[in-house]
């Protein structure tokens, strides 16, 4: 009887290992198809394409079609992702080093009609385009409709997408200056070398980098350099910052056209992001350098060190014991196109 048993229960064992090892059947479309990311966050005005939808053992070939996108907070039809606007194209691509002039760059691009917002026919991936600089800033909920040999199923909410503002601009490092005595290349050291800084705001003890975009058009930056009065340098004053043999990078490196006025300087580029991602894994990343020379700097300001208490009030004194001159450092990244004011305000006295 025992034997009987045991064989028995070979037999069941055996049949429910070929069921568990049955195929899911030709056609299954599951009720909990799915997107890995969820919710899945965009920035405004970056292009961008999501990874597939997870199908749940559903079985291809896809059909997926776009149905709505709806405002998580009204529950109302977002239209502003299925209107059509002008999105700048690269009909080949652009080339920071080579592409030089205005006419070598509109010779590469040209503008075509795009949404926001799509989905891809038999992935289910979603593309985002520059045109999503147009949406409200927001949180939606997308529908898609999945047809496959099986039927058609409709999957309301699929996914939330949080559409955040752009970062118009960031600043990669905080800018600095040092002081050098005017014939030498060894830093003056006073108390704000300690280098307290505010990251988030462009802020050190020797310097304030405060940017605005002011404009959609032209993409340019106005590089301004004031003293710590306000009275403002004459572009002429910034000038490269000597290595060697050679130069360290300036805006104009990665400019296509750099114009100096009485001031401040002008710097052309060709699109976002500035500088172009090229310039990240080069010598010395995006870092800017200038030099203003002595015959622009009457004086210097110092630090009390024994009050010295950043980022409070800190008590400053003035330092004209010989000539001197400043070098400059920054570094930013532009993220939206258009014309943006960069206003370096110096803890130094223009002549």
Not at 161 to 186: D, G, K, R
Request: charged fraction near 20%; include cysteine.
């Amino acid at each position: 009887m025992k034997k009987y048993i045991k064989l028995l229960n070979l037999v069941l064992f055996a049949v429910a290992g070929i069921l568990s090892c049955k195929k899911t059947a030709p056609g299954f479309l599951s009720d909990n198809v799915r997107y890995s990311a969820d919710p899945l966050v965009v920035n405004q005005g970056v292009f961008l394409i999501s990874n597939g939808i997870i199908p749940d053992n559903s079985t291809p070939p896809f059909k997926i079609t776009l149905l709505n996108v709806r405002n998580m907070t009204t529950g109302a039809r977002e239209e502003t992702f299925f209107k059509e606007y002008d999105v700048p194209v690269w009909k080949t691509a652009y080339d920071p080093i080579t592409d030089t002039t205005l006419d070598l760059i509109n010779k590469k691009r040209a503008f075509e009609k795009k949404v926001p917002f799509s989905v891809l026919e038999k992935s289910g991936q979603f593309l985002f385009t520059q045109a999503t600089e147009n949406v409200p800033p927001g949180q939606y909920l997308i529908d898609i409709k999945i047809e496959n040999p099986h039927g058609t199923k409709t999957y309301m909410g699929v996914c939330k997408v949080i559409l955040n503002p752009i970062v118009q601009y960031e600043y990669v490092n905080t800018p600095y200056f040092i002081a050098l005595p005017a014939n030498s290349e060894t830093g003056i050291r006073f108390a704000y070398d300690d280098q307290w800084i505010d990251a988030d705001k462009g802020q050190s003890t020797t310097i304030t980098l405060n940017i605005k975009r002011v404009a959609a058009s032209p993409n340019q930056i106005v590089l301004k350099v004031l003293d710590k009065n306000g009275a403002v340098f004459p572009g002429a004053a910034l000038e490269r910052r000597p290595s060697g043999n050679s130069f360290l990078k300036t805006l104009s490196t990665f400019a296509y056209k750099t114009t100096v006025t009485d001031t401040a300087v002008l710097y052309d580029y060709a699109q976002t992001r500035f500088p172009d991602v090229y310039w990240d894994s080069q010598s010395n990343g995006l870092n800017c350098y200038y030099r203003i020379y002595d015959k622009y700097i009457a004086s210097i300001d110092t630090a009390d060190s024994k009050n010295w208490n950043p980022p409070g009030q800190i008590p400053y004194g003035t330092w004209n014991k010989q000539p001197v001159k400043l070098n400059i450092r920054f570094n930013t990244k532009i993220n939206q196109p258009g014309k943006y004011i960069y206003e370096l305000r110096l803890k130094a006295t223009k002549k």
